[in-house]
């Protein structure tokens, strides 16, 4: 008999992921609303805007990487777009994914989940390019000296440690969503790149 019960971890993470949306985004029109006023700007009114939008496009991010999904669920290009969008110079990393327009609900995860494992690995910034071609991705990283200590390689191989801290979560979920969909996390580094495939 197999164990049907629901996946609590990420009911807890689309839990968290919507109740901050709603509030995030009263902020984000509250501060549209005063830059229409045209009463308000500098410097310091285009650090709040952007932080909120930032703040906004990483709960999206959550919400597809660590919420729960229906099978056979997609995810709009646009969606995608809004996390990571061009020139965003809040963020260390990059991204470069041009993807089709509807993307399977979990194939998105895996790759948000590996962009946030480059984020880890490439903690000096970069950039990174998410593949779709086939039915296999690549999500590959590029910067100065990449690193994954050997606790995080075997987290993405489904070993990981006893001792993973909080900051290094999403290693461990990208190997166990992989395999919930019949999938492993192939891995490569090199000198300045890093590769996560599945």
């Known amino acids: 008999m197999q164990d049907a019960s629901p996946d609590l971890v990420a009911l807890v993470g689309s839990r968290i992921a919507h109740d901050l949306a709603s509030p995030l985004g009263a902020i984000a029109n509250g501060v549209e609303l005063l830059a229409l006023t045209g009463q308000v ?55 470069d994914w041009t993807p089709p327009d509807d993307v399977p609900r979990g194939l998105a995860k895996l790759a948000i989940l590996a962009l946030m494992c480059l984020e880890t690995a490439l903690p000096r910034g970069g950039r990174a390019r998410v593949n779709t071609g086939g039915d296999s991705w690549a999500v590959t990283g590029s910067g100065a000296r990449p690193a994954l200590p050997a606790g995080l390689l075997a987290a993405l191989d489904g070993r990981a440690p006893d001792d993973l801290a909080p900051a290094h979560v999403h290693f461990a979920l990208l190997a166990n969503a992989a395999r919930a969909q019949g999938r492993r996390v192939h891995h490569a580094i090199g000198a300045d790149e890093i590769t996560l495939a599945f």
């Open 41 to 95: 700007a500098g410097p310091e009114f285009q650090l709040v805007a952007e932080s909120v939008a930032n703040a906004t496009a990483r709960i999206k991010a959550f919400r597809i990487a660590f919420g729960a999904a229906s099978p056979g669920q997609h995810v709009k290009a646009g969606e995608i777009a809004a996390i990571y969008p061009p020139g965003n110079g809040l963020r260390r990393l990059a991204v």
